[in-house]
């Protein structure tokens, strides 16, 4: 088996997406760093792959970390080995660790979320109008960053001050061109910052979930402080990145669709099928890191040996042709059934699904609403990705706004 390298500065996504489901439903790739893992690219294998009671999170499992190959300076240390939270453990305690968030974001009460969004895009878009209208602006920093930020933070009771601080972190986080001498000083930042979060909840809680995962923790859930900062930071990192990718890639896949975008716009096409078919085609997380095998298992013709790490691709799956036909590899806002797992599959399926799906189904109607004339301001083939191989996002979105709906020009 041929091994694939995924390029850490992912300079072309979609063509690697392409050689990875090339190589069968289960690749063997690098991960930057020079870390051998497996990759599962179909979207059947990774459905029963995301369900197999084999696969677990278990970094002890991991062959690999047994034998000290992966060092604590490794830029993707903090994907691959988190600290204990929910993303991390498996069966009963996995079901602890979840109840609480998964109760927090029901569809339902998610929903009671709406009017507090419409408010913050509202807020976003006023903004963006006051801006200088003969200028490019960046729509990823100024539009598509501040509103999940400020939605999870609210949701998790986190300071507006802390914002900045969070962003530097996280960007350091994620990248895989983090110097490996910084890793271990970024992640000590990050458990400082996280902690002390909590330690200002428990003086002062309020109407958040982190307040009520340490109330759960003092009424007899037994979380402990390890867990409840972990999934703190778990919540706010997905929480955000996320939804930032996915109002940035709807923009971007509107925009360079214009027959679809008019259809939008006219109400032919409606918003709920522009959102789901950018999951699918432009799915804002490229890979997740990692899964470990307990026993050699079946994958289509191959085997994904006892004791390998394994990551799901699922910029590769999203256009699988076997799940979704010839037509896999476009973007297509009307395509049904769109039945993809861009939220993943199984009992590690994403909990904030539902938020992110509400506010970009607030955010992009809105914003093609007040800025119907919007225009990228640079050809799409000029769009760069960020040097994050988990996540499928834009350096930039610059764009041109045109004339504010309602204004004279």
């Known amino acids: 088996m041929t091994r694939i390298a995924l390029d850490p500065f992912v300079r072309d996504l979609d063509g690697e997406s392409a050689a990875l489901r090339a190589a069968g439903p289960l690749a063997e790739v690098e991960l930057p760093g020079g870390v051998h893992v497996y990759a599962v690219t179909r979207h059947a294998e990774a459905r029963a792959l995301l369900t197999d009671s084999r696969v677990v999170k278990d970094i002890n499992v991991w ?11 490794w830029p993707l240390i903090g994907l691959a080995n988190p600290g204990r939270s929910m993303l991390t453990v498996d069966g009963a305690d996995h079901r602890r660790l979840r109840t609480l ?38 729509l990823k920093a100024e539009f598509a960053y501040p509103l999940p930020m400020n939605v999870i933070s609210e949701l998790m009771g986190v300071d507006a001050a802390d914002h900045p601080r969070l962003k530097e972190l996280f960007e350091k986080f994620f990248s895989t061109q983090t110097p490996p001498e910084e890793v271990p000083q970024m992640m000590a930042d990050l458990g400082a910052l996280f902690t002390k979060i909590v330690d200002d ?35 706010i990192a997905a929480g955000h990145e996320t939804t930032i990718s996915l109002i940035v890639n709807v923009v971007e896949a509107l925009q360079t669709h214009p027959e679809q975008r008019k259809k939008v716009l006219n109400g032919e096409i409606g918003w709920d099928g522009v959102i789901e078919e950018t999951l699918r085609w432009n799915t804002p997380t490229s890979h997740v890191l990692i899964r470990f095998a307990t026993e050699d298992i079946e994958v289509g013709d191959k085997i994904l040996p006892k004791g390998e790490g394994l990551i799901i691709s699922f910029g590769a799956l999203g ?10 590899g476009d973007f297509d806002a009307t395509r049904t059934p769109n039945r993809h797992i861009a939220f993943g ?30 225009e990228l301001a640079v050809p799409a083939a000029e769009l760069r990705n960020k040097p994050i191989v988990t996540q499928n996002d834009l350096c930039e979105l610059p764009v041109e706004l045109g004339c504010p709906f309602g204004h004279d020009a």
């Open 201 to 235: 909840k428990r003086a002062n809680p309020g109407d958040d979930l982190t307040s009520a995962l340490i109330a759960a923790s003092e009424d007899g859930d037994h979380l402990t402080d390890e867990e409840i900062v972990n999934t703190l930071q778990l919540i």
């Open 319 to 328: 256009r699988d042709e076997e799940q979704y036909g010839p037509t896999a």
């Open 101 to 138: 968030v998964a109760q927090a974001l029901t569809v339902r009460r998610v929903e009671r979320l709406r009017e507090g969004i419409e408010a913050l895009t509202n807020a976003s878009l006023e903004k963006l109008a006051a801006l200088p209208a003969d200028q490019p602006v960046d």
């Open 345 to 374: 599959h199984g009992p590690h399926v994403c909990p904030g699904a539902a938020l992110s799906r509400l506010e970009a189904g607030i955010a992009l109607p809105a914003l093609y609403e007040r800025f119907p004339e919007l």
């Open 63 to 73: 062959g690999a970390w047994q034998r000290g190959e992966i060092p604590m300076d």
